[in-house]
């Protein structure tokens, strides 16, 4: 099993940036992939992006060129930079992890508007 902590969401004017956090219990080179998902009200969750075990990344095509993904091995902790926001970003954002079930977080709240 895997546990997933999600942390760093919060509110934000369009354009800001935010950092979304997701700490997993066991280190992440025993983890295929781990990815970011969001859902809005009323919206299926979608994928948003992706990092594998071997550092290849694949992003939604609404998200291509602001989020990058990453993680820190040392810490067992994917990231999820968050630049250029729009009021359209405005979702619960929930961490994964295939392994080779799937784990989910518990969602953190990000909410751009002014």
């Known amino acids: 099993q895997v546990q997933l902590v999600e942390s760093g969401g919060g509110l934000v004017q369009p354009g800001g940036s935010l950092r979304l956090s997701c700490a997993a219990s066991?280190?992440?080179?025993?983890?295929?992939?781990m990815g970011w998902y969001r859902q809005a009200p009323g919206n299926q969750r979608e994928l948003v992006a992706m990092?594998?075990?071997?550092?290849?990344?694949n992003y939604a095509d609404s998200v291509k060129g602001r989020f990058t993904i990453s993680r820190d091995n040392a810490k067992n902790t994917v990231y999820l930079q968050m630049t250029s926001l729009k009021p359209e970003d405005t979702a619960v954002y929930y961490c994964?992890?295939?392994?080779?079930?799937?784990?989910w977080g518990q969602g953190t709240q990000v909410t751009v508007s002014s």
């Open positions: 990092i594998t075990r071997g550092g290849v990344t």
């Open positions: 994964r992890a295939e392994s080779p079930l799937g784990y």
């Open positions: 066991r280190t992440m080179l025993s983890i295929n992939a």
